[in-house]
Structures are given as C-alpha cells and as structure tokens.
C-alpha cells in the first residue's frame, strides 16, 4: 500500500466508528472494525496492517485533544479532519505532505478543500499536547468521570491517567497444566519472540512489541495464552484448589477459567458459565488446546437463571469477573471510555449488584467468593462490596495480606483490604478484586434471589478484552 492508501484505509475506519462524524464513536468497538476491515481485505499485507492499526489507534488516543485542537481552529469536526489534525499534531507532518497524502488518487482520499487547507495551517507547527488544555484533555478522560477516577487515584491521578492512555503490554500466560515458565521462554526464543518473566504472577511472560504470538508453536501446542498479568492475579485469588468445585460465572470466552484449571491442576470441577453463547462455545477450543479437562460449559438465561438456585451453596469457590466499564484497560479499548454514559454506568452498576446478590447463593459456608473489575471507579468496586456486606452478614472481607497465595512471589502489590492494581504503579491493566467468605455458620435465610434479569457475561458499554 502507498502512504496515501494507508491514510485512505484509516478514514475508512473512523467513518466506521464515527459514523456521523460526532464527539463519540456510535459504531462498532474498535478492535472489531478493525478486524472485520482487515478480513475483508486479505490482499492488505502484514506490514501495511499494522501501519493501519498504529495510525487508527493514535488517532482514538489523541480523541480528546484533536477534539480541543479542531475546535481551537475553529475547524468543522469531521473524520478527514480528524485525520487531519493528528497527522500534524502527532505525526508532525508538514501541510504540503498532508496534501500529498491526500493526492485524489485511486486509493488515497479525495484531495484537502480549501476549509481543510485553511484548518491544516492553522493547526500547523503545534504539537498535540499544550498547557492550556483541562486536565480531561490532556489525558484523554472523560470530564464527567474525573471525580471518581481522583477518589480512586488520589495523588497519583496525573500519573496513573497519563500511563492509562498510553498504549498496553503484551503479556503471556505460561500454561502450566503442560509446561514450565523457563521452558516456554526458551520456546519462544527459538522461534525469535524475548521474552521476560512478570514481576507479580509465576506464569507471567511479558514480550517486547507486537510479536505474531499466535503463530508460535508454543502457542498452538497450549503453552501460552495472552492474558494481562493483572488478569492473572484475579485467578490466583480466587485460591482454586485440586478437588474443589469452582464456578466462574461470567466466564466469556474462558481466559479465567483456563488459569483457575492450571491451579486446580485439573482435578475437581470448574463450571463455565455466561450468558452469550457465542463467547462460552469460543473457549471450546482454547479449553482442548490448553488440556483443561476438568471444565463443565453452561449458557444461563440471566444471573437469575434456575441453574443457580438448583446449585445453592454447591461451591468452595465462585468468581464474578463482571461486567464493567472496563476503565482500567482503556489502554486496549481506548475508544471504549468515549461511549461509556453516565446511564451506562448507572445499568452496569445494578447489574453488579444484582451478580453479587445472587452468586452469593452458590457459595458453600466456608467457601469464597471472588468479585472482580477491569475498572478504577470506586462505584464499581469498593463501593459494590460495602453494599453487598451490609446486605449480608454471613460474609466476611478476606483482607488481602490473609487471602494472598503463598505461591506467589512477595508482598501483595496494593495496601488494603482489597487489591486495586494501575498501569502505572504496576505495569498492568486496572483491576479490582475483593476476596469475601461465607461464613461457616451461614444459614439458608438469605437465599432468596428477586427476579431481576440481565445479562451475567459481557459489558454492555465495551467489548469483552481478548486477553481476558
């Protein structure tokens, strides 16, 4: 592809996600356009791919600051302008290269009008970060969700939102079920992938760029898994054990729930359960490849689907990875912050509610259960636990130092009773994990469940994140 064809794919793209040329992306998650694009378009080769996929995605993490820049230049926002800006901005492109990218060609775009001329030189010379731009916008959140993300945050709030919006490791899960860490890292070596060991889960391999993982032997043998290392301790927490009987509720497409089969070590029973049918029959095939035998798949109707009731009390373990905004990992759907609403959070936020309310009735007296985000938002975390406490009694916070594995390396990473890891602080996406016991002497007064539905599985603000 010429560099104009590339520019001509990526306005492709953004007309997909911003279909109406507006402030928030209306159409289809990011990762999915781009690789439903890219399917309809074998001929595209490797290297222009990712020359795509860089440009789209520089784009969607400068959103907020293109938007400050347009409006400063008094520009018509549009997604040719979009493009415009970012190329000037970012991509420090001079205005007679913008219109040689811009040439009419076959494959390029339609040359730049004169509004678009006159824009590019107004916004030429800038760079994309400037001293008057709100603290929003200069690190790319949205204004509304600044309060939370400060209460979460704190002090480190620059620090933590500047490494948010940057862009996200690759980590890799050594499947310990067939191989130990050192032999995976020295399979992939072979086949030309460094790699280095996490500083916080044993499994953990974290690799230098964007390497073809998936067309390794190690990966298609089951060696490895792409799993962010803050994933991976969600799964070590919920302290799994051989012979026990787990149930991952919200289990997608299985990421957890190969890892919770890797520390049972295949023995006992885990229960995969989702809504989406379409997500649980994917980890099918991941469940064969990783020699995870020991998994039981379920598609439930709601989280108050009779399977539970039937199941009550039935478990030494349940995790409830919810639904969530998915703040903590906008560092891979960095689109996905521009269409989260208000409203939006306020539905997630009861479906959480209605999630713990219920899985609690699966828990046996002595048994735990593990709630866990890929989110910062207090709404969504700790505020979720002090509810369902008071609401019931026969449960117990675990603090974190007790419920900490000794299996894995150190001291646990976060103060507290609860674990909340940051891309900053801890290298890894943003996740919350809250570890609660029933208690031995819990009765069965409060197994009542009330008859709200919703989905178990899933997000109804982002896509679920494939290394999940």
Not at 66 to 88: D, K
Not at 153 to 172: I, M, N, Q, Y
Not at 192 to 200: D, P
Not at 448 to 466: I, K
Request: proline letters at 7%; aromatic letters at 6%.
């Amino acid at each position: 592809m010429t560099p104009a064809a590339r520019a001509q794919a990526t306005l492709d793209l953004l007309e997909i996600l911003f279909p109406d040329a507006g402030s928030a992306p209306a159409g289809p998650p990011a990762d999915r356009a781009l690789a439903d694009y890219l399917r309809g378009r074998r001929y595209i080769g490797s290297k222009d791919r990712r020359a795509v996929a860089e440009q789209l995605y520089g784009v969607l993490r400068a959103h907020a600051r293109l938007g400050w820049w347009m409006e400063r230049a008094a520009a018509a926002p549009g997604n040719r302008l979009r493009l415009i800006a970012w190329l000037l901005l970012a991509g420090h492109e001079s205005v007679a290269a913008v219109r040689t990218l811009f040439d009419g060609s076959s494959y390029g775009p339609e040359p730049l009008d004169a509004a678009e001329v006159a824009a590019a030189k107004r916004l030429a010379g800038e760079t994309l970060d400037h001293p008057d731009q709100p603290l929003d916008v200069r690190h790319e959140v949205p204004a509304w969700l600044l309060p939370q993300l400060r209460a979460a945050l704190g002090a480190d709030l620059p620090r933590e939102l500047s490494a948010l919006a940057g862009e996200a490791p690759v980590d890799l899960r050594v499947n310990t079920l067939k191989a130990e860490r050192a032999a995976v890292q020295a399979a992939l070596a072979e086949e030309g992938i460094a790699s280095a060991v996490g500083r916080l889960s044993p499994w953990a391999l974290r690799i230098d760029g964007r390497r073809p993982v998936a067309a390794t032997r190690a990966f298609r043998d089951g060696l490895v898994e792409v799993q962010d290392e803050g994933s991976q301790l969600v799964a070590w927490l919920v302290g799994a054990r051989p012979g026990e009987r787990v149930c991952d509720l919200c289990a997608g497409a299985g990421g957890k729930t190969l890892a919770l089969a890797a520390t049972m070590r295949n023995k006992g029973q885990i229960f995969a359960c989702d809504t989406l049918k379409g997500r649980l029959d994917r980890s099918a095939a991941r469940l064969k490849r990783a020699g995870a035998f020991n998994v039981a798949r379920r598609v439930l109707k709601s989280e108050t689907d009779p399977w539970i009731k039937r199941h009550k009390a039935g478990f030494d373990r349940v995790l409830v990875d919810a639904p969530c905004s998915g703040a903590g990992a906008w560092r891979r759907n960095p689109d996905a912050k521009w269409r989260l609403t208000p409203e939006g959070l306020d539905r997630l936020t009861a479906l959480q509610g209605r999630l713990l309310s219920s899985s609690a009735r699966l828990v046996k007296p002595g048994g735990r259960l593990v709630y866990a985000t890929c989110s910062l938002l207090p709404a969504e975390n700790l505020a979720q636990v002090e509810r369902f406490l008071a609401a019931r009694p026969d449960f117990r916070l675990v603090p974190l130092a007790e419920a900490w594995p000794e299996e894995l390396p150190g001291k646990p990473p976060s103060a507290g009773e609860t674990l909340l890891l940051r891309p900053a602080s801890h290298g890894t996406d943003g996740f919350f994990v809250a570890v609660l016991q029933r208690r031995l002497e819990a009765a069965g007064a409060h197994d009542a469940t009330g008859e709200a539905q919703g989905q178990v599985g899933g997000s109804a603000e982002t896509p679920p994140l494939e290394s999940a």
